[in-house]
């Protein structure tokens, strides 16, 4: 199964990370744009290798190459894990 899906997303375009992170603030979650853009620029005051990492699922806070954190974006409310 992993190598008919890797031929078969092999020509689809490639998402860029804007993209990703606007996927998870999209329709409903809208509304958490500004308090999620306020929490990275607030947590990257800690470093320069500090930075938000969109998965599929969640957001991950990073610090070089480590997990530090997640973010996740429901309607309702924004869930923080550190």
Known sequence: MAIVHV?????A???TKP???AKHLSGVRQ??????DRLIEKV???GE???GSPT???LSL????????IVQIKAKRMDIGI
């Open 7 to 11: 031929v078969k997303t092999a020509s």
């Open 13 to 15: 375009p490639r998402t």
């Open 19 to 21: 993209d990703r992170i």
């Open 31 to 36: 509304s958490w744009r500004l308090p999620y």
């Open 44 to 46: 990257s005051k800690f």
């Open 49 to 51: 290798d500090v930075r």
């Open 56 to 58: 599929n699922t969640y």
């Open 62 to 69: 990073m610090r070089g190459q480590k997990k530090s954190g």
